[in-house]
């Protein structure tokens, strides 16, 4: 079946490092991509999705591509700060509805 | 988008008890979704509620466990019934706009059951 494959945490890093979150996907036909956020104490928000291959999402100095060949959806950010300090989860949506989640990844920036 | 108000934030209940979560949207919606996410894991899909219709269950999660309710096309309930610490979790509310363009989630529920 469909399946979402994220790097586990936590990820622990100094402010202004380069962040980098391995997402690979297993899904048949087509499936929209997505990275979702949740701040401490704060539900799921939607960070950034593409929704065909080659299709680059970004938001808030965030990017991920959608790679096909590789069946990867990679959050990369090039100078994290305190504030982005939360959980991230990748996710498919492949049907009409269903979405998959990964495991989620914890990050926490250190000043 | 979509505003979504999930009611109590959190709670503290005795096993055996029920609890009934609340979801509100602020604009009609064909289907909601109920999820849970268990204490350092991802979200799992529980169930999803169409307006005027049973709700349809995922693999693992019966009504008789987690009824369902949908009276209108802004709002579900979700109840968790003869509870267990096994089904201390997160509950969220979602809806999607369709079309897989996006899924909007409340803040969820934050259960412990003692």
């Known amino acids: 079946g469909d399946s979402v494959t994220q790097m586990e945490g936590p990820v622990t890093l100094s402010e202004e490092a380069f962040l980098t979150i391995n997402c690979t996907y297993t899904a048949t036909g087509y499936p929209s991509l997505f990275w979702y956020v949740q701040y401490p104490g704060e539900g799921l928000q939607l960070l950034l999705k593409?929704?065909?291959?080659?299709d680059k999402g970004s938001n808030k100095g965030f990017e991920a591509t959608y790679r096909k060949e590789t069946t990867s959806f990679h959050l990369e950010k090039g100078s994290v700060q305190v504030s982005d300090s939360a959980v991230y989860f990748c996710a498919l949506a492949a049907g009409t509805y269903k979405y998959i989640f990964g495991t989620g990844t914890r990050l926490k920036v250190l000043a | 988008s979509a505003v979504i108000s999930q009611k109590p934030s959190r709670d503290i209940c005795q096993r055996g008890t029920s609890l009934t979560i609340q979801c509100q949207v602020d604009?009609?919606?064909?289907?909601m979704f109920w999820y849970r996410q268990q204490p350092g894991q991802s979200l799992t899909l529980i169930a999803t509620a169409n307006q005027g219709s049973e709700a349809t269950y995922e693999s693992g999660f019966v009504i008789d466990k987690f009824p369902i309710s949908r009276p209108n096309l802004t709002f579900s309930t979700l109840t968790v019934s003869n509870m267990s610490p096994e089904d201390s979790s997160i509950y969220l509310c979602s809806v999607d706009r369709g079309q897989r363009s996006e899924a909007f989630f409340g803040q969820g529920t934050r259960l412990t059951v003692v």
């Open positions: 604009s009609q919606v064909t289907m």
């Open positions: 593409a929704t065909k291959a080659d």
